[in-house]
C-alpha cells in the first residue's frame, strides 16, 4: 500500500504505529505537523504546522515550562488554531497530489485529522481519535466543534483506544455505516520490550509516566506523596518526561519530598521498560483519557495499575481485581491507594497475571496491527464498491 499518515511526527505512540508499515515494505509518507527526525526509512517526509505548531514554543520537548502556560497554549490552541487550518490543508493537499497515497490516515483529530478533512478529496480518510480527542478539545470552542464534526463526516474509519470514543464518534458525526476498530493507539504493546522481571520488583517504587499534560493531575499527586511516606517511609516515586517542569521542581521543593522523588526525561521504550519491571506500582491521575499507552506498557510489566476513574480505563481495570480506580482530584485517595498497593503483594500478584492476559489477547503489537491492516483493506474495498456502484448507474 502507499499511506501517507498526517501525525506528530516526534509522538512516540504516532511512530510505533507507522514502524509497522515501515519494516512491512509499504510505501509510506508522514506530514508531521511539528518539526522532527522520525528515524524511520520514509519514502518522503513533509513538515506541515498547523495551529501555531511551528511556533519555537510549541516545538519545544514535552514535559517544560509550566501547568499555567501549557493551559494559556491549550487555549489559545483551540480559539485561534482552527483559522490556520486552510492554508495548512492546501500544503497537505500538494504533497498528497504528489504522492498519491492508497489511503490518509490521521493520526489524532486536533488538529492532524481536522487538517486532514479539510484537504479530502485525494484518498480515502483513517482518522484516530486520541484519548481526551471528544472529551477535552472537541467542545471547547464554536470552532473546534465545528472542525470535530466536520472531519467525523468525512472520515471513511474510525480507530480509537477504547470503546467509549467509538460511541462519542458517533455522536459528532460519523457514520454508522462505516467500519472502526478499537486497538491501543501505538498499534499494541511490544512483548520483546515490555515484559514482567522475574521475580517481582522487590522495592516500593512508585512510577508516574504520564509527562507534563494539561489533563494529569501531576500536582495531586505530588501532593500525595507526603501522605505515603508518612506511612511508607521507604516508598520512591520516579516521574518520566517530567525533567525540567517548573511546576513539578516547584512542589517537591515546597513538600520537601526530594528525597523520595526522581524527575526523569521522557525515556526510550527500552528504558522505560526497563525501569517499569523495577517498579510495583504505576500512578495515572488523569481526569480526561482513553487508554493511555504507558498504562498498557505498565501493566506488560507486572505494575499494579492505579488510575483516575474514568469509563474508557474501566474497560481496561476492575478495581480491587487487577487495579485501584479513583477520584484523581483527591490526593488523600491517591495516597491511600498507593499505600495499599504496596502493602498487599497478593493483590498486586494476582492483578498482574490478570494483567498479563489481558495485554497478551487485547493488545500484543503484531496481532492488533495486523487489524489495522484489515481495517485498511475494508476501506479500500469499501471506496471500490462505491466507485463500481457510481460507474453502473
Not at 2 to 7: S, Y
Request: glycine fraction near 8%.
Amino acid at each position: 500500500m502507499r499511506l501517507l499518515f498526517v501525525a506528530d511526527g516526534r509522538s512516540p505512540i504516532a511512530i510505533s504505529w507507522i514502524r509497522y508499515f515501515v519494516e512491512r515494505g509499504d510505501e509510506v509518507y508522514l506530514a508531521s505537523t511539528f518539526d522532527c527526525s522520525p528515524g524511520l526509512p520514509l519514502n518522503g517526509l513533509e513538515i506541515t504546522p498547523v495551529a501555531y505548531s511551528g511556533s519555537r514554543k510549541a516545538a519545544r520537548s514535552m514535559g517544560s515550562g509550566s501547568s499555567a502556560g501549557r493551559r494559556w497554549q491549550s487555549a489559545l490552541r483551540h480559539l485561534l488554531g482552527p483559522l490556520t487550518i486552510p492554508r495548512a490543508s492546501r500544503q497537505l493537499r500538494a504533497f498528497a497530489e504528489r504522492t498519491k497515497p492508497d489511503i490518509v490516515h490521521a493520526m489524532r483529530i486536533p488538529f492532524e485529522g481536522m487538517l486532514a478533512a479539510d484537504a479530502y478529496g485525494i484518498a480515502p480518510l483513517v482518522t484516530s481519535a486520541w484519548g481526551n480527542d471528544f472529551t477535552l478539545h472537541a467542545p471547547s470552542t464554536a470552532l473546534m466543534r465545528h472542525y470535530t464534526e466536520w472531519t467525523l463526516r468525512v472520515s471513511d474509519a474510525l480507530h480509537a483506544d477504547c470503546h467509549r470514543d467509538i460511541r462519542l464518534g458517533r455522536t459528532w458525526g460519523f457514520g454508522t455505516d462505516k467500519p472502526t476498530l478499537v486497538v491501543p493507539g501505538g498499534g499494541g504493546v511490544r512483548g520483546d520490550v515490555f515484559f514482567p522481571s522475574d521475580p517481582p520488583a522487590p522495592s516500593a517504587i512508585v512510577i508516574n509516566a504520564r509527562g507534563a499534560r494539561v489533563y494529569v493531575r501531576n500536582d495531586v499527586f505530588f501532593q500525595a506523596i507526603p501522605l505515603v511516606l508518612a506511612r511508607r517511609p521507604d516508598a520512591r516515586f520516579v516521574c518520566t518526561a517530567l525533567q525540567g517542569d517548573k511546576d513539578a521542581s516547584r512542589w517537591i521543593e515546597k513538600l520537601g519530598i526530594q528525597q523520595a522523588v526522581a524527575l526523569l526525561p521522557q525515556l526510550p521504550q527500552v528504558e522505560l521498560a526497563g525501569l517499569l519491571r523495577h517498579a510495583q506500582v504505576m500512578v495515572s491521575p488523569s481526569v480526561h483519557d482513553g487508554t493511555p499507552n504507558s498504562l498498557l506498557e505498565g501493566m506488560a510489566c507486572g505494575c499494579f495499575p492505579i488510575a483516575g476513574d474514568l469509563d474508557s480505563i474501566r474497560e481496561w481495570i476492575t478495581p480491587g481485581r487487577n487495579g485501584l480506580l479513583l477520584d484523581a482530584t483527591d490526593p488523600s485517595a491517591l495516597a491511600e491507594a498507593i499505600v495499599e498497593a504496596l502493602e498487599n503483594a497478593r493483590l498486586r500478584r494476582e492483578a498482574a497475571g490478570v494483567n498479563q492476559r489481558l495485554i497478551r489477547e487485547r493488545a500484543e503489537y503484531a496481532q492488533c496491527m495486523a487489524q489495522v491492516v484489515e481495517l485498511y483493506g475494508r476501506v479500500l474495498s469499501g471506496v471500490a464498491r462505491r466507485a463500481s456502484l457510481t460507474t453502473a448507474q
